[in-house]
């Protein structure tokens, strides 16, 4: 008998028992080899997602677009890991995710107030602006309506409206010392991403300079901001990210390296990639003038990074509240259908080591301030602070 046909009869005696097996093994794939297992059982389960796809497509009692279930069942996936900071983008949100934050309104970002709402920022040539409005100020009053006590979305609402149209407001410097009233042309505001202005303190001249996102770009804004209120005469520095939530990874290391000439400013880690320091970049402004960096609870991500690499350093003195405790970061995953994956990858470590998470996804202690704001740190209090923590370090 030829070797050949010795195989086939083999092969044929060994079909029934490879059938068993196979019965047995589809029946129990705890029991088969690893290697077979992962391949099989994921193909298995893949299987099982692509089925119950198309039953409802076919079977639900109503037409479903496909792509209305492809979308909900990559959104079911990424909400499954009890993840916060991860997110699915649909190709709609996808398509808008970088475009500017824009509104509608007068230019002015609010706190609550007992009064109606506290001015904390005013954005540089919006109808605020042009009409004079000052960060302190508080508006207690809406077209002659008081709004003390209102919720602060209410009396948000009474403030934008239509571009072109006009809103009249009644603004308080101080409780108690009468109110001027102001009427403004509401506009599409962009939202800037830096802001600054220079402060007299005890006699001191300090610049304020407000970041409000780690938008692509925004180091050259900082870095200008901040040689502006120096040139100006600034004798020290107040960066203020309060509900400054984040942004871009490399944004923070070169922000941080306007302050920094030298050193870790962040560690990454994650599980598939390698891990990676980012250093200082080299040119940082001399470090001759002191600092304040003012947070707030909603301070968060890079926001964390700069605060906490400017602390590790003793670069600067971190005043008010403790801030979010973001340490982990994402990473930005384009799909095939127009849409991306935004997931967690990855935690980050400041110079000394330490984690602002609370050992993952979990909100952690954030950033603890030297300095600490009990109260109102988020109104004008929370500035003067800062302020009168910047003029005491100038000598």
Do not use: C
Not at 244 to 252: D, F, H, Q, S, T
Not at 347 to 354: H, L, Q, V
Request: charged share 15%.
């Amino acid at each position: 008998m030829s070797s050949q046909r010795r195989l086939l009869y083999v092969l044929a005696a060994m079909l029934p028992i490879l059938l068993v097996l196979g019965v047995w093994w589809g029946g129990h794939p705890e029991d088969l080899p690893s290697f077979a297992r992962s391949a099989l059982v994921a193909n298995g389960e893949s299987r099982a997602v692509n089925e119950a796809l198309n039953a409802i497509s076919h079977d639900y009692y109503r037409p479903v677009p496909h792509n209305q279930l492809a979308n909900g069942s990559i959104s079911g996936a990424v909400a499954s890991l009890d993840d916060r900071f991860s997110h699915y983008l649909s190709p709609q949100e996808f398509h808008g995710f970088d475009t500017p934050p824009s509104f509608t309104g007068i230019g002015v970002e609010v706190a609550p107030s007992t009064r109606g709402l506290q001015i904390v920022r005013v954005f540089d040539a919006s109808p605020a602006a042009r009409g004079g409005l000052q960060a302190g100020e508080a508006i207690v009053a809406v077209n002659g309506r008081s709004i003390a006590g209102f919720p602060v979305e209410r009396s948000r609402a009474l403030i934008v409206g239509a571009p072109g149209s006009n809103v009249t407001l009644s603004l308080e410097r101080h409780s108690g010392r009468g109110a001027r009233r102001v009427t403004l042309t509401r506009a599409t505001i962009s939202e800037p991403v830096v802001a600054s202005a220079t402060v007299m303190q005890h006699g001191v001249k300090l610049g304020v300079v407000a970041l409000a996102t780690f938008s692509l770009g925004a180091h050259g804004e900082v870095r200008e901001a901040v040689e502006h209120e120096l040139h100006a005469g600034a004798r020290g520095i107040v960066l203020d990210l309060r509900g400054n939530g984040g942004g871009l990874v490399e944004e923070a290391q070169l922000i941080a390296s306007i302050f920094i000439g030298h050193g870790t400013i962040v560690t990454m880690r994650g599980r598939t990639q390698p891990t990676q320091t980012l250093s200082a970049v080299g040119d940082a402004l001399k470090p001759t003038f002191p600092m304040v960096v003012l947070v707030d609870r909603n301070t968060a991500s890079a926001a964390e990074i700069v605060t906490a690499a400017l602390q590790d350093h003793h670069r600067a003195t971190v005043v008010g509240t403790h801030t979010f405790g973001k340490g982990v970061f994402q990473e930005e995953m384009p799909l095939a259908n127009g849409g991306a994956l935004d997931i967690t990858v990855g935690e980050y470590f400041t110079p000394n080591g330490r984690n602002l998470g609370g050992g993952g996804i979990k909100e952690g202690a954030g950033v603890t301030p030297e300095v600490a704001v009990a109260h109102g740190v988020d109104s004008e209090h929370g500035l003067e602070v800062a302020l009168n923590t910047l003029a005491a370090k100038v000598k």
